[in-house]
């Protein structure tokens, strides 16, 4: 017996389901049936076995302003399709078109229980709010990339719509995800680790298991040009406090940062601070705090006049597992503080 | 947080133990330091001399402070 066909339903902004361009912006969202636009071609790529039963569209702005209530519509009209598989886009580099459609996925993913497929330019501001909660395929940054785009979410709706097990991003195409998958290899980590070092350095290519995250690059400030009249501010992740930590800064996976005043304060006593980093051994910190936060040598270049002046105030969290989002957050108010004042350098201590 | 004090278009020199991590999260001068429980110093000196390491690895940070650079340098 003929399976039936999958059903599916498609999302698309104003523009894409021909209703017009910005001035149709506010359109609430609305629901039609069959392929529209893009939903066009794709039906085409995906033949007889599967069917985009309807089409659900909604002007950018008005997703954007009401996410909502948009949202719940969408939902609503989508569930009334009874669809196997939801797919948006592609949205290529549009901010509010991306947010769209990576978040009617979300959505119908979490209220309806099926899988859903958007597509999008890496540099989407969705891609990164939403990558764990869809099958994002990445695409050029302009339409001219829906020839190459339609191909390839057709390809992943097919597996998802005949109930296939999908594969790693790099077998399937779409943006990692973040998920982790237990499987059962025949080598231990020890022997995969070795033969990925031995790879290496042959200078042969080679796949890891666990991909460290890519970090954005700042160009570096000017040189400080007058040392001698330049203050010099202090700043540590290394955890160094007043005795008995009075802002509760937490030992891990810190929330928050303090500044203190070190007026008047020629170096940092066992008796007067600490340290609340954990994951190392405090034994050192704690015996003499300016092996963290070298308050000393700093008041020694001070009065020799090395430095014009140490900032009063010094900064302090801690680094042990501290998310980078927090990190960026503290570093962004530490930065905007220090900016306010005459400082004209800064030296970050680490553990 | 050493880049987003480097945005604002402060220089910074990083002193850090782990001189790959501070080059992966994308620090632009670092200087390395000796030990993680303690950077800026060593217990196993004499208190005059550990000073000095410490004098010499801030002023080492200071000289990173006064250097023109393109990308991200370790000052050894």
Redesign the interface.
């Known amino acids: 017996m003929a399976r039936g066909k999958y059903r599916i339903v498609h999302y698309l902004n104003q523009f894409f389901a021909q209703i017009g361009g910005e001035e149709k912006a506010n359109t609430p969202p609305l629901i039609k049936e069959g392929a529209v636009g893009p939903g066009i071609p794709l039906q085409q790529v995906l033949g007889e076995e599967g069917e985009i039963v309807a089409t659900v569209f909604c002007g950018d702005n008005y997703f954007a302003e009401n996410i909502e209530t948009a949202r719940a519509q969408v939902v609503e009209y989508v569930s009334s399709y009874t669809p196997d598989v939801f797919v948006a886009g592609p949205a290529f580099a549009a901010g509010r078109y991306g947010i769209a459609c990576a978040d009617s996925c979300s959505a119908v993913r979490e209220k309806l229980g099926i899988p859903v497929v958007t597509a999008m330019y890496q540099e989407n501001p969705a891609l990164d709010i939403y990558r764990k909660d869809a099958y994002i395929i990445p695409t050029a940054g302009s339409v001219l990339g829906m020839k190459d785009a339609i191909p390839k979410m057709a390809a992943l709706v097919r597996k998802l719509g005949l109930g296939q097990t999908v594969g790693t991003p790099e077998e399937e195409g779409y943006f990692p995800r973040g998920i982790r998958v237990n499987q059962f290899v025949d080598q231990t980590g020890a022997e995969r680790a070795v033969d990925m070092l031995l790879s290496k350095l042959k200078g042969e290519p080679f796949q890891t298991e666990y991909l460290m995250p890519t970090f954005e690059r700042i160009p570096p400030s000017p040189a400080i040009k007058d040392l001698a009249s330049t203050t010099i501010a202090l700043v540590t992740s290394g955890g160094i406090v007043p005795l008995g930590n009075p802002d509760r800064i937490e030992a891990a996976s810190a929330s928050k940062f303090a500044e203190y005043n070190i007026a008047g304060i020629d170096d940092l006593t066992a008796d007067a601070y600490q340290t609340c980093h954990g994951g190392y051994d405090p034994t050192y910190a704690n015996e003499d705090p300016d092996r963290v936060l070298p308050l000393d040598a700093m008041r020694i270049l001070e009065k020799s006049g090395t430095i014009g002046r140490l900032h009063d105030l010094y900064y302090i969290t801690v680094g042990n597992a501290t998310s980078v989002a927090n990190a960026q957050k503290f570093g962004r108010d530490i930065a905007e503080r220090l900016k306010a004042t005459d400082v004209g350098g800064v030296i970050l201590t680490s553990t | ?18 001189v790959p991590i ?1 080059l ?6 670092i200087v390395p ?1 000796i030990a ?6 060593d ?1 196993r000196l004499p208190s005059d001399e550990e ?1 000095e390491l ?2 010499n ?3 080492k ?2 000289q990173a ?9 370790v000052f050894d």
């Open positions: 947080m050493a880049k987003e004090i480097d945005r604002v278009g402060l220089p910074v020199a990083h002193v850090a133990t782990i501070s992966t999260v994308g620090a632009n001068r330091a993680i429980p303690h950077p800026l110093g217990p000073r410490r004098l690895l801030v002023r940070a200071l402070l006064q250097t023109e650079v393109e990308s991200q340098t």
